[in-house]
């Protein structure tokens, strides 16, 4: 009989992990999970998994190194997925050590661990394009990077000295990246701006929320569905040589958009009116449901990314599914129905 594929998430916990897991367990991997200790329930999205005994976690955290040695040792992965971060980049700009110990020094240790051990495993690191910063869109794998903010320049020193850096010197380890833009689903976190957006439209269609307060309303996004995304970080593992790929749609929409198309989705229509700080958003009946709050606006704001993912069509054979109006409609009504549910 053929021997399972192994894997090792970190990660696992978050949107991305939970996704992977999911695409893993369906190929028919043995799925392992590096989870931190949590005073809460970290396991939401991984019950059914964990209760069919299709994926293990072991315990860890991406600062310590014993416990990511003693994970790869009992893991004995193929395929290593470096999904652990301090993932918000407007926290970041208040948390800037925790960015770098996590999001770089968090490979550093992995990929020592897996050099130590002499193991063969292949690594994909999960580079962002937040790396690109103020870069001129549209980006791609040879765009210059220009990070401005401490999550960027963690994740930009990550890619640079363990993907780029170590791919040279040591050039029997497998380490790609994808350099992936902004992806979201129903189980993205409830502090970024889409769920933020579509938690808060569904609570104000049912009545259980007055008005959402947001930042920078003309930031530009490239987004795409989580769900597609993580079939790209598979196929970079598939491949006999490692290389990054930029993963995204090669559309864009402002912050803006997204509300509009999220109530949309809801049947509730936004009328725009006043600049800046003063904008409101406006329902038929002229009631003011979206505010701008200074208190969401970065230190150093990026305004345009927008991906062009040529490469990873032409090699990978990779490209998304799921479109914007798609992916706002999804996580909308996944939001009102799990709203509507709780408050029965
Ligand atoms: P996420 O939902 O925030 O998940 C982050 C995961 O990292 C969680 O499981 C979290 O565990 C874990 N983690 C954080 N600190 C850790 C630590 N010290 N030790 C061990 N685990 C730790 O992020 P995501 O959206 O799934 O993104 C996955 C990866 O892709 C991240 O590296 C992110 O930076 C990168 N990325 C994301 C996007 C995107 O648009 N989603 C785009 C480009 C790159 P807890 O549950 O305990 O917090
Ligand atoms: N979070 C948030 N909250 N963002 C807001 C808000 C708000 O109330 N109002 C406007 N924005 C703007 C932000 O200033 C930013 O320009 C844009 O909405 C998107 O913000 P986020 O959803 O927080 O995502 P991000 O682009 O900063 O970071 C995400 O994508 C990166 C890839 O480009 C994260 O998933 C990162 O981990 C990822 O690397």
Redesign the pocket.
């Known amino acids: 009989m053929k021997k399972k594929k192994r894997a090792l998430i970190?990660?696992?916990?978050?949107?991305?992990?939970?996704y992977v897991a999911e695409l893993l367990v369906r190929k028919g991997y043995e799925v392992f999970g590096?989870?931190?200790r949590?005073s809460n329930d970290?396991f939401v999205r991984l019950k059914e998994l964990i209760r069919e005994r299709k994926i293990t976690i072991l315990y860890?955290?991406?600062?310590d190194s014993g416990a990511i040695r003693r994970a790869l040792e009992r893991a004995e992965p193929d395929e290593i997925y470096?999904?652990?971060?301090?993932?918000?980049v407007g926290i970041s700009f208040m948390c800037p050590e925790e960015a770098g110990?996590?999001?770089y020094h968090?490979l550093g240790r992995l990929v020592h661990a897996v050099l130590d051990g002499r193991l063969r495993s292949k690594i994909y690191q999960?580079?962002?394009?937040?790396m690109f910063g103020s870069a001129k869109p549209p980006q791609n794998e040879n765009t210059p990077f220009q990070p401005v903010s401490p999550?960027g320049v963690a994740?930009l020193r990550a890619h640079e000295d363990y993907v780029v850096g170590y791919r040279k010197k040591y050039p029997d380890l497998f380490i790609c990246s994808?350099?992936?833009?902004?992806?979201?689903s129903p189980?993205?976190?409830q502090h970024?701006v889409t769920r933020k957006i579509s938690i808060s439209l569904a609570k104000i269609k049912l009545g259980l929320q007055d008005y959402v307060e947001l930042g920078n309303l003309n930031a530009r996004r490239d987004w795409g569905y989580?769900g597609d995304?993580v079939e790209a970080m598979w196929l970079m593992l598939q491949r006999e040589k490692p290389a990054d790929y930029v993963i995204a749609t090669g559309q864009v929409h402002t912050v803006r958009d997204f509300v509009n198309e999220t109530a949309k989705a809801l049947d509730m229509h936004i009328a725009w009116s006043g600049s800046g700080t003063r904008e409101v958003g406006k329902t038929e009946a002229g009631k003011v449901i979206v505010r701008v709050n200074k208190k969401f606006f970065r230190p150093v704001e990026v305004d345009h990314l927008l991906g062009d993912s040529g490469k990873a069509r032409r090699e990978l054979g990779w490209k998304p599914r799921v479109s914007f109006e798609d992916l706002a409609a999804m996580m909308a009504k996944a939001d009102l129905e799990a709203v509507a549910s709780e408050n029965k």
Do not use: C, W
């Not at 999960?126 to 937040?130: C, G, K, L």
């Not at 994808?178 to 979201?184: D, M």
């Open positions: 970190t990660g696992i916990t978050g949107q991305d992990g939970s590096l989870v931190r949590s970290p860890g955290d991406m600062r470096n999904l652990a971060a301090q993932s918000d110990e996590i999001n968090g999960a580079s962002t394009s937040e999550y994740k994808g350099i992936l833009f902004n992806h979201e189980r993205r976190g970024f989580a995304f």
